[in-house]
């Protein structure tokens, strides 16, 4: 798969209208349409505003991580936005398709050297289906956290499983919930405060409800940008993968394989497909 954008939504495929572009038909009546909250304004600075995980330092060793566990197979990318992971993954000669709401995000990567070789399926990457089988799927940079509800999160992962291959592994890199760093009583946590940047979390601990709170100054005056999250705990991960039919295997404090401790920030996690003949287990190495 290289060099092609579809466009899913349910039912099924709809019509064509461009060379590499296949567009869905509108969803069936009573389906949920997931909102696209990286339009073109959030794309257009997607890059600059999270120059730091552009880093080579910070990408290479994850596109190592990535690509010891996909082997002689291909990769899935849920959410593969402007293709920090994927296009140095493809460079490393394994083989990307990627699924995003975001048709701005995507138009992004294809302004990119080498994107032409990376197949994108324009859907919610809790749902939507793409031809092919895969060694790997992935999910960086609290990307689960994009999806706003339990539901659609246990949908991810029997998203995922569906297209692994006999012992297929899924990897998320994500945020531990900092809610010890909340004093009793308190909702808001910052991260960023600079004279021209400004960013909190807002908690709401009986839903593990999250909203992003960004505010920076462009020529003078300041621009703010609210996004909705569901912060979510390792073992509720874990337990997400064994209704999948998946098994953890590793967990870490990064893509370096610094052990996991009670004071990590965040963890990668890696979960194999289990044989249909073998129940799920909670055996994790690492």
Same mark, same amino acid.
């Given at each position: ?63 190592? *991580?990535?690509?010891?566990? &996909?082997?002689? +197979? ?5 959410? #593969?936005?402007? =293709?920090?992971? %994927? /296009? ?68 991810? *992962?029997?998203?995922?499983? &569906?297209?692994? +291959? ?5 990897? #998320?890199?994500? =945020?531990?919930? %900092? /809610? ?107």
């Amino acid at each position: 798969m290289s060099g092609f954008i579809t466009r899913a939504a349910p039912p099924a495929f709809g019509s064509h209208d461009e060379i590499g572009v296949t567009r869905a038909e509108g969803p069936c009546q009573g389906a949920v349409v997931p909102e696209d909250l990286f339009g073109e304004d959030v794309a257009a600075r997607y890059d600059e505003s999270s120059a730091e995980m552009f880093d080579p330092a910070v990408v290479g060793p994850a596109v190592d *991580f990535l690509a010891d566990l &996909a082997g002689d +197979g291909a990769a899935l990318e849920l959410g #593969i936005g402007t =293709g920090r992971i %994927a /296009l140095p993954l493809h460079l490393r000669g394994i083989p990307v398709h990627g699924i995003d709401l975001s048709e701005a995000m995507v138009a992004k990567l294809r302004e990119k050297p080498d994107a032409d070789h990376i197949g994108v399926t324009i859907g919610d990457f809790a749902t939507t289906k793409v031809g092919g089988t895969f060694s790997l799927a992935y999910l960086v940079f609290n990307t689960i956290n994009n999806l706003t509800t339990q539901d659609e999160q246990v949908a991810c *992962f029997q998203n995922a499983v &569906a297209h692994l +291959g006999p012992g297929g592994r899924f990897v #998320i890199e994500v =945020g531990v919930p %900092a /809610l010890q760093r909340l004093a009793p009583g308190e909702r808001f946590h910052p991260f960023t405060v600079t004279a021209t940047r400004l960013g909190f979390d807002e908690y709401d601990v009986v839903s593990q409800g999250l909203i992003s709170h960004h505010f920076w100054e462009v020529d003078g005056r300041w621009e703010r940008l609210s996004m909705p999250f569901r912060y979510v705990w390792p073992g509720e991960l874990d337990l997400m993968a064994r209704l999948a039919g998946m098994t953890l295997r590793e967990r870490w404090s990064d893509w370096s394989r610094t052990p996991f401790t009670a004071e990590s920030a965040k963890h990668v996690s890696v979960w194999q497909k289990t044989p249909s003949d073998q129940p799920p287990s909670a055996v994790a190495s690492g």
